[in-house]
C-alpha cells in the first residue's frame, strides 16, 4: 500500500508540475501569437482550467510536506501536549472541510457536466470543478497519515514515560 501511495504522490507531483509549466507555455505563446496578429483565443481559457488544477495539487503537495504556511507565534509557547492535543483538534476540523469539499465537489462536477467552459467547445467546466474534490480527497487521505502518525508518536511517548517511572 506504502508503494502505491509513493507511485500516486509522484503522479500528483508530475501532473501539477506540468499544469504549473503547460499553463506558463500557453500564455506565453498566446502573447507572441498575438504580437504576431494571430491571437490564441482559447489559451488563456484553458490556462485558467490548468491553473485551477496546480493551485489544488499543489495545496495537497505542500500539506504533505509541512510547507503550508501557518501562524504558530501562540502556539509555540504552549507545552507539547497541549500543541499536540491542538494538532488533533485542526485534523478533525479539517476532516469536516474536506469531506464537505469532496462531497460537494463531486455534486457541483456533476451538476455542470453539460455546461461549456468559457464556451470551449466539447471542453466541459466539469474539468475545472473536479479539481476540487480530487485535490481535497488527497488532502483527506494526507490528513489521515498525519493524525495516525501524531497518534502513534504520542502512543510511543507515553509508553516510554510508563517504562521509566521509578
Known amino acids: 500500500m506504502k508503494a502505491f501511495y509513493d507511485y500516486l504522490c509522484r ?3 508530475f501532473v501539477a508540475w506540468s499544469t504549473l509549466w503547460t499553463m506558463v507555455a500557453l500564455i506565453f505563446a498566446a ?23 496546480s493551485c489544488f495539487l499543489s495545496a495537497d503537495i505542500a500539506w ?8 504558530d507565534i501562540l502556539i509555540k509557547k504552549f507545552p507539547e501536549s497541549v500543541r499536540r492535543y491542538l494538532r488533533l483538534v485542526n485534523y478533525t476540523i479539517l476532516f469536516g472541510f474536506l469531506a464537505y469539499l469532496v462531497i460537494f465537489g463531486i455534486w457541483l462536477s456533476y451538476t455542470t457536466r453539460a455546461r461549456t467552459f468559457q464556451g470551449i467547445p466539447g ?12 485535490a481535497a480527497f488527497l488532502m483527506f487521505i494526507n ?12 502512543e510511543a511517548r507515553d509508553r516510554m514515560d510508563i517504562d521509566h517511572r521509578p
Open 143 to 154: 490528513t489521515i497519515i498525519k493524525f495516525k502518525r501524531d497518534f502513534q508518536s504520542a
Open 64 to 71: 504533505r510536506q509541512d510547507k503550508l504556511m501557518n501562524v
Open 31 to 53: 502573447g507572441i501569437a498575438r504580437l504576431c496578429l494571430y491571437p490564441i483565443n482559447w489559451a488563456i481559457d484553458m490556462s485558467t482550467c490548468l491553473f485551477a488544477w
Open 11 to 13: 503522479i500528483e507531483s
Open 123 to 134: 471542453f466541459s467546466y466539469t474539468w475545472v470543478t473536479l479539481s476540487v474534490p480530487v
